[in-house]
T-cell receptor, first 116, second 114 residues
Framework: SQTIHQWPATLVQPVGSPLSLECTVEGTSNPNLYWYRQAAGRGLQLLFY??????ISSEVPQNLSASRPQDRQFILSSKKLLLSDSGFYLC???????????????FGQGTRLTVV | AQSVTQPDIHITVSEGASLELRCNYSYGATPYLFWYVQSPGQGLQLLLK??????LVQGIKGFEAEFKRSQSSFNLRKPSVHWSDAAEYFC????????????FGKGTRLSVIA
């Protein structure tokens, strides 16, 4: 079966420090991968998505970047965090082979990032 | 453009009462529709999905949803709410192809009182 791992679960970082959040998927190949951010009362904001290795689409210009160095690995990064980067970050996957035509998205458990 | 509207930001119901959460969508083609639930500090869990066929779909935890094409709605219902149903609920729409992201509504927070 397919699983998605996201870490760390919580993170407190000072303003101006770098960020690296990692997400990996198991049990499927060539998944479509997504990073969402969730701010209180604002629903899910799509940040980045990737349909393959090295292919990144950015939905919102901001202080963050994403990379997909391997088929089932998706990384969210920042060189210098801002206070406004605080939030709950969710990784998700959809589609892919081995998922038998999976069309719903599956989510990781999220990372609570607090920038201080 | 695709969009999802959940008109109710916050709903409070009594335990044992019925529940209906509203969802309206805007979509140019046949939509694939989903309802997700999120407990505090957790990821999203799929409750149910609609692709085609019977417009009334059953999901986990006793939830059901009805697709009404004429009203562009996909409302979530439960006949008797339990205290453990208190959570945030998200409606989403997408295409069949997994290459495109799902579009989510802003969510409805459900509180359950005794």
């Amino acid at each position: 079966s397919q699983t998605i791992h996201q870490w760390p679960a919580t993170l407190v970082q000072p303003v101006g420090s770098p960020l690296s959040l990692e997400c990996t998927v198991e049990g499927t190949s060539n998944p479509n991968l997504y990073w969402y951010r969730q701010a209180a009362g604002r629903g899910l904001q799509l940040l980045f998505y990737s349909v393959g290795i090295g292919q990144i689409s950015s939905e919102v210009p901001q202080n963050l970047s994403a990379s997909r160095p391997q088929d089932r690995q998706f990384i969210l990064s920042s060189k210098k965090l801002l206070l406004s980067d605080s939030g709950f970050y969710l990784c998700a996957w959809r589609g892919g082979t081995g998922g038998q035509g999976v069309t719903e998205a599956f989510f990781g458990q999220g990372t609570r990032l607090t920038v201080v | 453009a695709q969009s999802v509207t959940q008109p109710d930001i916050h709903i409070t119901v009594s335990e044992g009462a019925s529940l209906e959460l509203r969802c309206n969508y805007s979509y140019g083609a046949t939509p694939y529709l989903f309802w997700y639930v999120q407990s505090p500090g957790q990821g999203l869990q799929l409750l149910l999905k609609y692709f085609s066929g019977d417009t009334l779909v059953q999901g986990i935890k006793g939830f059901e949803a009805e697709f009404k094409r004429s009203q562009s709605s996909f409302n979530l219902r439960k006949p008797s709410v339990h205290w453990s149903d208190a959570a945030e609920y998200f409606c989403a729409v997408g295409r069949h192809s997994g290459n495109t992201p799902l579009v989510f509504g802003k969510g409805t927070r459900l509180s359950v009182i005794a």
